[in-house]
């Protein structure tokens, strides 16, 4: 076969700046044409420079093969080196689809045994435990359940998984691990695992996140790197603040034993916990994909997305061994996060002034590096730091404007425009972030109880159409006689802005959003909130969260409207459908 008078050309798919943008900077560097797409439209990474073109994919649905159609021609157009998905969401439909789509390009995925293992948490648990891995204790608790059902006291604190982080009849919804200090907290923590038949439950092992890194070719390890998480979020996810260590023998061995285990091929991270106190330490979790710390990888010297496309395309199993010890990468954004927790946090959870001053020392003495920004590279992190900048100031504008409109004298002038607005629209307009919770019921809630013609409807900012209402969101409707199975969420147009006459939102975000895109429509733009003289002004997107949320916010809504209108005596069952 001829070789190719071209540059080598490869498609990264992702929609998490770290892992996403730590690839396209590794092949970028070694000449390689990146193309990205299934990422989202403001993502920090489509500023790099590596960044050879971007590729606008329908998102992946069940039971519409658009997205399918759409990549085949593409890998066709193309004619791609190598496709590499970088996280869960773009890695899970071409996984489940594979038979179909590896014909047409040289895919990046693992072994079917290794994906079904390491995409489930139960799975992954029960797999260490038989290769002689250290592993928590853990128990599958069927749901619905009573908090009743954890066996002792002597299991506290515990944690609680979902046996999987995404579902593919949902990609939109990450389920988070959740951590339960006491018995008396269980009951409410289960509330976030409400629809999933069964829950993991894990005792909680104290100490801190340490990550061995691996690329392995048929179970025979290539390459292996440490890492040891130096800020961690008391409230779990990613770490924002890590350094790169010596390998562990006993922590090394343990990964190469399930990696030769699954005849593994490609990246793996393996997440271990660790008691720096005593040097116990237990596994956590598998992590089938490239993982959120990539970013040290590179700056300390082990290219792995560079070793992987060697692999994959030229077959060379020969990769350097080495990288350098004692390098720090920070997460900016993350760690600000961090940072305003660690404050609040007590206990074990608060890390000490020394620790903080440690880590501004090796930002000052140069020896730590940034997720996002890199000499070659700057763009992606100058739009990282400008959108903290950006964060930073809205808050702060934000803060003002709520406290302005809750003087008393302002919150009552304030009310009483909103309400007129309410009463004299003959065309009602409810704006929230997807058009999934909060607007949906707002709309068929005042359609039941405004009786002054008015025509009413709802739309979304996010550009997400035809999405549900959440099972919960249903079930909180209905108790307050508004009906939202058949709901599917509209993206907000400038049609629709320009045909009402008033437009209600529900949070201070809204309110920028809309008079940014829509300057002309400022004046008729309220909060739902200002309908009230009393209580917050704001109301919370109930979305990710638990039954009360819903309950909370959806009655905030109802006291809300009900300031300009009564419910009728009887009703019925109500229907809230966007138009």
């Known amino acids: 076969m001829a070789v190719r008078d071209r540059r080598p050309k490869v498609l990264v798919l992702g929609q998490e700046d770290r892992a996403f943008l730590a690839v396209v900077r590794s092949l970028g560097r070694r000449g390689i044409d ?210 790169s260590l010596p390998l562990r023998a006993d922590m090394r061995d343990a990964a190469a034993r399930m990696v030769r285990a699954l005849r593994y091929t490609g990246v793996i991270m393996f997440e271990f916990r660790m008691n720096l106190d005593t040097g116990a330490w237990l596994l956590l979790e598998i992590n089938g994909r490239f993982w959120a710390s990539l970013p040290l990888c590179l700056h300390a010297g082990a290219d792995f997305p560079w070793y992987l496309y060697r692999l994959l395309v030229h077959g060379e199993r020969d990769v350097p061994q080495e990288y350098r010890i004692g390098v720090y990468c920070r997460n900016w954004q993350r760690d600000v996060l961090w940072a305003r927790e660690n404050l609040r946090a007590t206990g074990d959870d608060r890390v000490s002034l020394g620790t903080l001053a440690g880590g501004l020392a090796h930002a000052l003495t140069g020896r730590e590096s940034s997720d996002t920004f890199v000499l070659d590279d700057p763009a992606p992190g100058v739009e990282d730091l400008r959108r903290m900048a950006v964060r930073v100031g809205r808050r702060i504008w934000r803060s003002g404007h709520t406290a302005v409109w809750s003087l008393p004298p302002v919150r ?54 035809s999405r549900g209402c959440p099972e919960l969101g249903i079930e909180a409707a209905r108790a307050l006689g508004v009906d939202l199975r058949e709901h599917r969420s509209a993206t907000l147009t400038e049609a629709m802005v320009r045909e009402a006459d008033a437009i209600f939102v529900f949070d201070y975000d809204g309110v920028r959003r809309l008079g940014d895109r829509y300057p002309f429509a400022r004046p008729k733009v309220f909060p739902v909130g200002l309908l009230m003289t009393d209580g917050p002004v704001e109301i919370r997107d109930p979305f990710g969260g638990i039954a009360d949320d819903f309950s909370r916010t959806y009655g905030a809504i109802r006291r809300a409207i009900d300031t300009v209108a009564t419910p009728e005596p009887a009703r019925g069952d109500l229907s809230a459908r966007a138009v």
């Not at 890998?75 to 590499?84: P, S």
């Not at 607005?421 to 997807?434: N, P, Y």
């Open 34 to 243: 990146v193309h990205v797409g299934w990422c989202p439209a403001d993502a920090v990474a489509l500023r790099s420079r590596y960044v050879a073109r971007v590729h606008d994919l329908p998102a992946y649905t069940q039971g519409d093969d658009a997205w399918k159609v759409a990549l085949v021609d593409l890998f066709r157009r193309e004619a791609f080196d190598l496709v590499i998905p970088t996280n869960d969401t773009t890695i899970m439909p071409l996984q489940a689809h594979r038979a179909e789509l590896e014909p047409r390009a040289r895919i990046y995925l693992i072994s079917d045994e290794a994906y079904a293992i390491c995409f489930d948490k139960g799975r992954t648990h029960d797999f260490a435990q038989e290769h002689g891995v250290p592993v928590p204790r853990q128990m599958r608790l069927a749901l619905p359940a009573s908090p009743g059902t954890i066996p002792a006291e002597s299991w506290y604190p515990l944690v609680l998984k979902p046996l999987a982080s995404f579902t593919l009849d949902d990609l939109e919804r990450k389920r988070f691990v959740r951590r339960v200090m006491r018995p008396g907290d269980l009951a409410r923590q289960l509330q976030h695992f409400a629809g999933a038949r069964e829950v993991l439950v894990q005792e909680y092992f104290p100490g801190t996140g340490v990550g061995v890194e691996v690329l392995a070719h048929e179970g025979e390890v290539l390459l292996a790197f440490q890492h040891l998480r130096v800020h961690e979020r008391p409230s779990g996810g990613a770490d924002s603040y890590r350094v």
């Open 412 to 465: 009552r002038l304030l009310a009483g425009r909103a309400r007129a607005a309410l009463r004299t629209a003959r065309q009602l307009l409810f704006v929230c972030k997807g058009n999934v919770c909060r607007s949906p019921f707002a709309e068929g809630y005042a359609r039941a109880v405004l009786n002054h013609g008015v025509a009413v409807r709802s739309a979304g900012l996010a550009p997400k159409p």
